[in-house]
């Protein structure tokens, strides 16, 4: 059996993790298995990962060890929870995967997609999400979410411009792909979006007949 496999990606201040976590619960309440985890971590290897990072102490680190670093804990999650949960016929819904390597360092930090797309394909042996919720708001509105919650690592330390590219190039990933993403605007309140969400993972785990 093989499982279903949602990301949710998106800037800084989103409302990823409160939406992924409600997404999970709903599907939940329907009887599926589910298996919530989120990049970079995901596991505890990944976690140590995500620490090196996004501490202020990595202010440093050169943008292609940082790349270099966001796939490493990739490959460990996919080998220890994702393709082991998909295997058994879960759906895992992970807060961010490989389209928040080709936005922030692709579109952010300016590396060569060329390399960023082939270190992808040994990272990650083309597994893509079946489905990827990308959630949209405005930079000045999602930075200033996360100030209020006292949220500042290395990334979000960037100025407004790199988050516009982010944004910008989440938004270009989605064009390129239309069948696989779902834009959603998450200015609405929390329930709004999630009920959105909900309703967009019902109707492809549905299509897909699993
Ligand atoms: P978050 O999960 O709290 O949003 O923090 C993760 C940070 O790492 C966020 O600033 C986005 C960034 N990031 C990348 O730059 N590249 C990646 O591949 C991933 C997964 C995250």
């Given at each position: 059996m093989k499982g279903v496999f949602?990301?949710?990606?998106?800037?800084?201040?989103?409302?990823k993790s409160t939406q992924a976590g409600l997404l999970a619960e709903h599907l939940q309440r329907q009887g599926l298995s589910v298996v919530r985890t989120l990049e970079p971590g995901g596991t505890p290897i990944g976690l140590r990962i995500r620490e090196l990072l996004l501490s202020l102490e990595s202010a440093g680190m050169d943008p292609l060890v940082e790349l270099l670093l966001y796939n490493a804990?990739?490959?460990?999650?996919?080998?220890?929870?994702i393709m082991p949960a998909l295997g058994r016929g879960a759906v895992v819904i992970t807060d961010r995967f490989s389209d928040s390597t080709a936005a922030y360092q692709g579109f952010g930090r300016g590396i060569d997609m060329k390399l960023i797309d082939s270190l992808d394909v040994?990272?990650?042996?083309?597994?893509?999400?079946?489905?990827t919720i990308l959630l949209d708001i405005d930079v000045e509105t999602g930075l200033m979410r996360n100030r209020h919650i006292n949220k500042q690592d290395r990334l979000e330390l960037e100025d407004?411009?790199?988050?516009?590219?982010?944004?910008?190039?989440?938004?270009?990933?989605?064009?390129?792909?239309?069948?696989?993403f779902r834009i959603v605007a998450s200015s609405a309140g929390i329930e709004e979006v999630h009920r959105k969400i909900a309703a967009l993972a019902d109707d492809f785990i549905q299509r897909s007949g699993r």
């Open positions: 949602i990301s949710i990606e998106g800037i800084e201040g989103t409302g804990s990739r490959v460990q999650h996919i080998r220890e929870v040994i990272s990650t042996d083309r597994l893509r999400p079946d489905l407004v411009r790199f988050h516009e590219l982010v944004r910008k190039g989440f938004l270009s990933l989605a064009a390129g792909e239309p069948d696989r």
